[in-house]
């Protein structure tokens, strides 16, 4: 199994990106889905999450202006971030939980994660 993310870039605040994250194999329509981020010097958090049946978790900090979505048929997940904020810059890393759903511990697929940068 492999995820191919890929969306990241330079913004100036107020902007908006779509990160996609393609995933190979079998499993993704019976995976959660999910997007983490990274900043220097922070531990790697997560930001939004689809389960497998459609049902979606935001981070504080990002809800109402992120939105994540998933494509079954193509086996790839979207963020759509709107209202881009200078602390949201971050490596942003796709991960599939095998368990279904984002309360379950077992992201066993990563991403390599894009580069995201906020400018103010």
């Known amino acids: 199994v492999q995820l191919q993310a890929s969306g990241g870039g330079l913004v100036r605040t107020g902007d908006s990106l779509r990160l996609a994250c393609a995933i190979s194999?079998?499993?993704?329509?019976?995976?959660?889905m999910g997007w983490f981020r990274q900043a220097p010097g922070k531990e790697r958090g997560l930001v939004a999450a689809?389960?497998?049946?459609?049902?979606?978790y935001y981070a504080d900090s990002v809800k109402g202006r992120f939105t994540i979505s998933r494509d079954n048929a193509k086996n790839t997940v979207y963020l759509q971030m709107n209202s881009l904020k200078p602390e949201d810059t971050a490596v942003y890393y796709c991960?599939?939980?095998?368990?279904?759903?984002?309360?379950?511990?077992?992201?066993?697929?990563w991403g390599q994660g894009t580069q995201v940068t906020v400018s103010s």
């Open positions: 991960s599939a939980n095998r368990g279904g759903y984002w309360g379950s511990p077992d992201w066993g697929y």
């Open positions: 194999g079998r499993t993704f329509s019976t995976s959660g």
């Open positions: 689809v389960s497998r049946i459609g049902a979606t």
